[in-house]
């Protein structure tokens, strides 16, 4: 995956509200619970990773738990758990460490630039739900300011009942508020203004049981849509409007003045669902990297080609276009079966 830069937009900059003190060198074998604050989210529910302890300066062992029956990252059929639970434990467990063991303060915000994660969907099954997943953490590439952090690698394995489970990957970098407010002005001044609420592809071609979990909307011509740019009006079986709801309990749990970065993970796993029309889609191989930020009072485009497509096997790439620049670009990859967890930098 390419390594994105100080200037790379983020995956995610929501800011925790606490967050402990760096803790001294050395492994230690105490016990660190996660809390809401740490995995900034706002419902003890939507918190997977559980605790961890201290192996190195660098490596730790962290305890986790997906849910079967979780509104949003939930079982994907009868017999599947979501295999995009692990990019978001993998997001939350970055924070966490970041805050707890790297020194960043409790009202950072986060930039993760690049995201990748190889699974085995076969062990991804929801019989095992109630078993807890245990993660080998290596954080790498840590850069510090002064005595806090600046960005840093974490490079994640993911076991759950005896079974390697998945891999993932993600660069994450910190930014502080008086930083955030100086780039983000105009944008956190526009926070009150309400976000056009577009109508949602049906659930089942995006491989989704509910409309209010849709991100992917028509791209219908401007008088269907609340948008209406001239380079909006064209209409592709491959092409979408980004859907953002702000109200959403998980996708927007705290305010936020862009697009969250999962969400444009998900509006990627959406439109390779109904662009392979392979459902569900159970992706073995994920990556994404992020341009800039998705601004949350501008039209997004989602493009997905297929580039490859077989009895047993689907690659996509999918973009994302917002006023004239790619936001992101995610390469997703189905297969049955899925081939051996490969490994990842």
């Known amino acids: 995956m390419p390594k994105k830069g100080p200037s790379s937009a983020p995956m995610e900059d929501q800011t925790g509200q606490q967050g402990a003190p760096a803790n001294a060198t050395g492994g230690s ?28 300066d660098t490596r730790f062992r962290v305890t986790a738990h997906w849910p079967d029956d979780h509104s949003f990252f939930g079982a994907v059929d009868d017999r599947h758990q979501d295999p995009m639970i692990v990019g978001e434990t993998l997001r939350q467990t970055s924070m966490a460490l970041a805050h707890a063991e790297f020194g960043a303060p409790a009202d950072t915000h986060f930039v993760m630039r690049d995201l990748e994660v190889a699974s085995d969907p076969s062990a991804l099954h929801r019989a095992h739900a109630a078993e807890p997943v245990t993660i080998d953490v290596v954080c790498s590439e840590v850069r510090r300011r002064g005595r806090g952090l600046s960005s840093m690698r974490t490079t994640m394995e993911f076991h759950r009942a005896g079974r390697l489970v998945a891999r993932g990957t993600g660069s994450t970098g910190c930014t502080s508020p008086a930083a955030y407010r100086r780039l983000r002005a105009r944008q956190l001044a526009a926070q009150h203004i309400s976000v056009p609420l577009l109508p949602p592809v049906s659930p089942e071609l995006v491989g989704r049981t509910r409309a209010e979990d849709v991100v992917l909307a028509p791209a219908d011509p401007p008088e269907a849509h609340p948008y209406g740019t001239d380079a909006d009006r064209s209409h592709h079986p491959a092409t979408w409007l980004l859907r ?35 459902r569900p889609f159970l992706p073995y191989d994920m990556s994404a990297s992020f341009s800039r930020y998705a601004e949350l009072h501008s ?47």
């Open 29 to 56: 074998g105490a016990r660190t619970r996660v809390t809401t604050e740490l995995a900034h989210r706002t419902h003890a529910s939507d918190v997977f990773p559980a605790e961890w302890i201290r192996l190195t």
């Open 244 to 278: 953002v709801d702000t109200a959403h309990p998980v996708l927007f749990a705290r305010p936020n003045d862009h697009v969250p970065g999962m969400v444009l993970f998900e509006a990627a796993r959406q439109a390779a669902t109904a662009a392979s029309g392979r």
């Open 299 to 345: 039209p997004c485009r989602i493009e997905a080609e297929v580039l490859e497509k077989g009895d047993d096997e689907v690659t996509v790439r999918v973009h994302g276009h917002q006023d004239g620049e790619t936001v992101f670009t995610a390469v997703l990859a189905a297969a049955s079966p899925a081939p051996p967890l490969r490994s990842l930098p």
